[in-house]
């Protein structure tokens, strides 16, 4: 039987008509999710930033090279001009390539800005990203659910958001215009006694100042946008808590399988420690909840070396091993207890246990007729 959450049907739409809450997708995203989103070119990106950026970087770029413009403009006016009445348009082959050469001078150096910024503010915000995805038909985008879908658009946060935002340009844009102008009025009024370049240079210094500020204006808009962007993807990128738990045991693998495994190597580690015990020279207890094995070999080592440790079933396991082999087990509690939490198996013990195994060490060899050195 097939889960209804899975069921797809021609009427379906894509889930990015849908808010996180509408399917219960209330838990964050896990890394693995927001990896497979960004291939798939679903990203976190503002295009008001890098309009904005596009805009910015474009009317600087004429406004500094404006000069440069003017020169070809009027180059370009007095070529055309000069030869309307000497060519024929139609059979002339001169005509297309003046054109294109005066048109790459006056738009290349603006356009390849304009091109970089945008390339720029893209790998800004979500890095270098190449993915043909986002292109490729998806024809569950194309039959939504209109009542999800105008609910979204007109009743939603994201709304709300969209009309405050452009409002709030409008008035930006409103605001700058007219304390341009009315900061200049008195000027203005008097241009009508001036040189028509007098006019037309300062009526482009005030566009030119208008056009600057609005661009900042927009910029500074389009951070937010940016922040506002980002949260609504991760909220598209949000799971069902069945969505996270079918992940995590694709990825993970599934826990009781885990559970087993683990216990599954417990044992077998057990059982490799377990054949070590028969060589220590001695083992010391809790007595009941720790058990460590030591072994010391005046020759080799330098310090003694814990063999086998064990907690609990296995500590008593250990001490069953340790006395049916002759092993001498000795009961000191802080000892065991410090050793079993600070010492791993085949580690050799730290240099401040040193004194108190040594004794113990010493005490075990002299009862069993060994006569060793010891640390």
């Known amino acids: ?17 849908f808010a996180a809450e509408d399917e219960g997708r209330t ?5 693995h999710k927001i990896r497979k989103a ?9 295009g008001e930033l890098s309009s904005a950026l596009v805009m910015l970087f474009g009317i600087v770029t004429i406004g500094l090279i ?10 370009m006016l007095k070529y055309f001009i000069g ?51 986002p292109i490729i038909p998806d024809f569950n985008k194309i ?4 009542g999800k879908f105008i609910q979204r658009a007109f009743f939603s946060g994201e709304a709300l958001f969209n009309l405050g935002k452009s409002v709030l340009k409008i008035a930006c844009i409103v605001i700058i215009v007219v304390i341009n102008i009315s900061m200049e009025i008195k000027k203005i009024t008097t241009l009508i006694y001036a040189p028509h370049l007098v006019s037309f240079g300062f009526f482009s210094s005030i566009a030119f100042r208008i056009i600057i500020e609005t661009s900042i204006a927009l910029l500074v808009l389009s951070i937010f946008d940016y922040f506002f962007q980002r949260r609504k993807h991760l909220e598209s990128l949000k799971m069902t808590k069945q969505e996270l738990k079918e992940e995590r045991k694709m990825y993970e693998g599934d826990p009781l399988i ?47 070396q814990l063999i086998a440790k064990g907690a609990d079933r296995v500590a008593q396991s250990i001490k069953e091993v340790a006395l049916k082999n002759n092993v001498p087990v000795v009961e000191n509690k802080p000892l065991a207890r410090a050793l079993f ?19 113990i060490l010493a005490e075990v060899m002299k009862l069993s007729g060994k006569r060793q050195e010891v640390v």
């Open 1 to 17: 039987m097939i889960d209804k959450e899975y069921w797809i049907t021609p009427f379906d739409v894509h889930l990015q008509w």
């Open 27 to 31: 838990e964050e995203p896990t890394e």
């Open 38 to 46: 960004r291939e798939e070119g679903k990203v976190a990106k503002s």
């Open 66 to 75: 404006s000069s440069y413009i003017l020169s070809n403009a009027i180059a």
């Open 83 to 133: 030869r309307s009445c000497e060519i024929d348009i139609t059979q002339d082959m001169e005509v297309l390539p003046a054109f294109l050469s005066f048109f790459m001078k006056l738009t290349l150096p603006v356009l390849l800005i304009c091109f970089i910024t945008a390339f720029l503010s893209n790998v800004l915000q979500v890095g270098f990203l190449f993915t043909v995805k």
């Open 143 to 146: 039959v939504p659910r209109f």
């Open 258 to 304: 885990k559970s087993r495994l683990m216990q599954r190597m417990q044992e077998i580690l057990r059982r490799n420690m377990l054949k070590e015990v028969p060589k220590a020279d001695v083992v010391i207890t809790n007595p009941t909840h720790f058990a460590v094995a030591l072994i010391y070999k005046r020759n080799s080592m330098d310090s003694p």
């Open 341 to 359: 939490k600070e010492v791993e198996v085949g580690q050799f013990i730290p240099e401040k246990f040193y004194e108190v195994v040594a004794i």
